[in-house]
Structure formats: structure tokens, C-alpha cells
């Protein structure tokens, strides 16, 4: 899906002001994950906390008019792309949520499509498939291999 500078921008304003009531208070703030949700009929990318609390929402009108079959699967490097440069930016660094944390993608129904991005005391680490390819696998191996003992 190739986009605009102005949806880039668009999409990194609703990520910081969804952040904006985290940025650095007295105390760190208990949330799990910071859920995306974009919506390709009407062209709405909702932020929301754990408690389905709504953090910020805007319209990319690119979204509005696409017709793909696989909208959700095309705005995840996009959405993922758009927390990364805000990572790297150093503005994770200034919220006062409690770490671990992650920005969950999701779709209608609020079920996990996948996660985009887990911050954590150590290091930022970025969840993709290629990381993740041949897991349950290997750890089937191992738990069999652990049984047979």
C-alpha cells in the first residue's frame, strides 16, 4: 500500500496524542497494550487502552478508498513503521507507562491481528513473522524430546 506523507503524519499525530496523558507523570501508568484498530470502511484509525478506553481516532481518507481484500495485512507495516520511527525518535522514552508494554494491532471485532511492538525495561524488541517462523514447531520438538527423558 503505498501512502502519503500527510497519512504518515496523520497516523503519527493519533499514536502521540494517544500517548499524550502518558507522557511523563509521578508514577508509572499500569497498561498492557495500546490497541490499534483501523477500520477500512470509514476510514478511522482508533487508538484505544486496555480498558477499551478511546485514546484518539482519526480519518486517513487513503484508507476510505481502498478496496483490498487484505486491508488489515497492508496498514501492518505501515502502523508498525510509524511506531518504529517514533521509537527510534526517543519519544517512548518520556511515557510513564509501566514496562512491559506492547501496540497490539486489531481488527473489527477488537481480536489480535498482531502485535507491532513490544517495549520492555532492556531493549525494544520488534515482533515480526520471520522472528516468530518455526516456533511452535521447536517447541514441540522440545517438549517432546523432554517427555521421551
Not at 493519533?14 to 502518558?22: D, F, G, M, W
Not at 487484505?70 to 496498514?75: D, M, R
Amino acid at each position: 500500500m503505498n501512502v502519503s506523507e500527510k497519512t504518515r503524519a496523520a497516523i503519527s499525530s493519533s499514536i502521540r496524542e494517544a500517548l499524550c496523558r502518558y507522557v511523563s507523570g509521578d508514577e508509572n501508568t499500569v497498561v498492557t497494550d495500546i490497541h490499534l484498530q483501523p477500520k477500512q470502511d470509514s476510514g478511522e484509525l482508533l487508538i484505544f487502552n486496555d480498558d477499551d478506553e478511546e485514546l484518539a481516532r482519526t480519518i486517513i481518507d487513503e484508507w476510505v478508498e481502498c478496496d483490498s481484500e487484505n486491508f488489515i495485512a497492508e496498514v501492518e507495516p505501515l502502523l508498525r513503521s510509524e511506531i518504529v520511527a517514533l521509537s527510534d525518535q526517543g519519544y517512548f522514552e518520556k511515557l510513564s507507562l509501566m514496562k512491559p508494554y506492547s501496540f497490539v494491532l486489531v481488527d473489527d471485532d477488537k481480536e489480535t491481528v498482531a502485535e507491532l511492538m513490544l517495549v520492555d525495561d532492556e531493549d525494544t524488541l520488534l515482533l515480526n513473522d520471520e522472528l516468530l517462523k518455526g516456533l511452535d514447531e521447536e517447541l514441540d520438538a522440545f517438549l517432546k524430546e523432554l517427555l521421551e527423558k
